[in-house]
């Protein structure tokens, strides 16, 4: 199985970034303990703070990959486009949150991508995506 994890804005920080919500856990050393725990997968893993390359690779595996999690970041919450390219492609998308969204600061409790995303996982840390593998893994 091939799954894409896409993160976006500010998710090059974890590990550094306000570690009291996100943790102590960079994606580096997640990605090596998730590839360890699931073996079988094939596991890409991309991240940028520009909406535009998250759209390039919604578009670029949306058709081939067997699953992608995204992590939009702040994108979440204000990018119309993400949200149209998860929709147009037929790749199944679960969208992960580290913190909990719904208990933060209103402008935050608003995802303009649930609705188009096969599953949402908020608030479980950085265990949302091993949450969001094992999702896929039973599609």
Not at 28 to 43: N, P
Request: charged share 20%.
């Amino acid at each position: 199985m091939h799954i894409v994890i896409i993160n976006g804005p500010n998710l090059n920080m974890l590990g550094i970034r306000e570690p009291e919500l996100y943790g102590i856990q960079t994606m580096e050393e997640y990605m090596e303990q998730l590839s360890a725990d699931f073996a079988d997968v094939d596991f890409d893993y991309c991240q940028s703070n520009h909406e535009g390359d998250l759209i390039d690779w919604l578009q670029q595996e949306g058709f081939s990959a067997d699953g992608i999690i995204i992590n939009a970041g702040g994108y979440s919450h204000t990018s119309v486009a993400i949200r149209d390219a998860i929709a147009a492609v037929t790749t199944p998308v679960v969208e992960v949150h580290i913190t909990d969204i719904y208990n933060r600061e209103p402008f935050r409790r608003v995802s303009l991508l649930t609705d188009v995303c096969a599953c949402s996982i908020v608030g479980k840390g950085m265990d949302g995506y091993r949450q969001a593998v094992e999702y896929l893994l039973k599609q």
